[in-house]
């Protein structure tokens, strides 16, 4: 079984700023992505961020700009800087990594999400 640890997430007013960490169990090798996706009530479960083990990055366009992913790769920890939070962006946030098991094959987890409400 392999579990995401999540936290940083919480209630921030509009403006402000919040930082999301995940971390992966040490023991998981080839690590091919992490990213952060979040669903608010009601939608389906968007990608918010994504980072490669190359460093690539991919945001959603409604985060460009204020958002900030990273990632340690010694540590299997992934971060997720969020500035100039809008109340739109309440959701609860999850983590999510890609291992590859294979060639072309890749195991996917999810954290247990963490809920972040950014008030007007």
């Known amino acids: 079984q392999v579990q995401l640890v999540e936290s940083g997430g919480g209630l921030v007013q509009a403006g402000g700023s919040l930082r999301l960490s995940c971390a992966a169990p040490?023991?998981?090798?080839?690590?091919?992505?992490m990213g952060w996706y979040r669903q608010a009530p009601g939608n389906q479960r968007d990608v918010v961020a994504l980072?490669?083990?190359?460093?690539?990055?991919n945001y959603a366009d409604s985060v460009k700009g204020r958002f900030t992913i990273s990632r340690d790769n010694a540590k299997n920890m992934v971060y997720l800087q969020m500035n100039s939070l809008k109340p739109e962006d309440t959701a609860i946030y999850y983590c999510?990594?890609?291992?590859?098991?294979?060639?072309?094959?890749?195991?996917?987890?999810w954290g247990q999400g963490t809920q972040v409400t950014v008030s007007s």
């Open positions: 999510n990594v890609n291992v590859s098991t294979g060639y072309k094959m890749v195991d996917e987890y």
């Open positions: 980072i490669t083990s190359g460093g690539s990055t």
């Open positions: 040490r023991r998981l090798v080839s690590i091919v992505a």
